[in-house]
């Protein structure tokens, strides 16, 4: 089907950025194209607007319906990440050209379903307000709105870039820090009211609340290092484009782990640590 070729990766991009989840992203897009055979899509003006508003709208109502699972999830909710070797080709990804950051999508994650659609369309995609109305059937204006109360309430929030080599450091620092135990010059890179986040989902141990401070996160490292939970082979990789670490045992990953700056890009603002196994399950690196 030359329709699939030609916008699987768009649409892939578009559901992975509203779900959060490569598998589901991948179901929806799937079954998109599914229903496209029992149409006739000759008939269709604008085939990417229509496919684009398509799957937006299974990506809001997926959404609605996993709230409630979502409410009684065990812990904090992160993201699937996107894994890949440092070396491969960016091509490769999935996600291709409309890569953002992790940290990015931890921030989607946090808006209603019409938010999280109308900041993608601006921050990633670029769409004007008038291609957004007609995808989610609201007005220009009341898109705006929306768009600015999103943008007010995210200024004081992390940075959405980062310095690729700054990155490579630090990621190589905290696996130096996890195999010595020793965690201080790691701590230093921390602001002081770094937050980390640790998504286990209920079924490995992990923390169930935010850990807040520099401090308190460099305990909890040092706690956990000297627990050997840490123990595994260290690799490093890109974690949806950003520098990351994995940690493996018995060749299966246990950990993703990746960080997020703060606006002056002086220092990590966020840690995220994934470890419920059905969010690494995809990873084949």
Not at 36 to 43: A, C, F, G, M, V
Not at 76 to 85: A, G, H, R, V, Y
Not at 102 to 109: D, E, G, K, P
Not at 120 to 140: A, T, W
Request: hydrophobic share 40%.
């Amino acid at each position: 089907m030359e329709e699939y070729q030609k916008y699987w990766s768009l649409l892939y991009s578009i559901a992975y950025q509203m779900v959060g989840s490569l598998q589901d992203a991948e179901d929806i897009v799937q079954e998109l194209f599914a229903d496209l055979h029992e149409k006739n899509i000759r008939q269709v003006n604008h085939l990417q607007s229509y496919l684009t508003k398509s799957v937006t709208n299974r990506c809001i109502n997926f959404l609605q319906s996993a709230r409630k699972k979502r409410e009684i999830y065990v812990g904090e909710w992160l993201p699937e990440p996107e894994c890949k070797q440092i070396e491969q080709n960016p091509a490769d990804s999935m996600i291709k050209d409309e890569m953002i950051s992790y940290a990015f999508m931890v921030l989607m994650s946090r808006l209603n379903p019409i938010e999280r659609a109308i900041f993608m369309f601006r921050e990633v995609f670029n769409y004007s307000y008038k291609e957004i109305s007609f995808i989610l059937q609201k007005s220009d204006a009341n898109c705006r709105k929306i768009y600015s109360r999103i943008k007010n309430k995210l200024k004081e929030e992390i940075s959405l870039t980062a310095d690729r080599i700054e990155e490579q450091r630090l990621a190589e620092l905290f696996i130096h820090s996890t195999k010595t135990g020793d965690f201080a010059e790691f701590a230093d890179r921390l602001a002081k009211e770094a937050v980390l986040y640790a998504d286990g989902g209920g079924k490995v141990r992990s923390a169930i609340n935010p850990i807040y401070g520099r401090n308190r996160i460099y305990a909890f490292f040092k706690g956990i290092t000297s627990k050997g939970s840490l123990a595994g082979h260290f690799q490093l990789v890109n974690i949806n484009g950003g520098r990351g670490v994995i940690i493996k045992r018995t060749n299966h990953p246990i950990y993703a782990i990746c960080f997020a700056w703060d606006q002056k890009l002086d220092f990590i603002k966020h840690i995220y640590m994934i470890s419920n196994p059905d969010k690494l399950k995809q990873i084949k690196i």
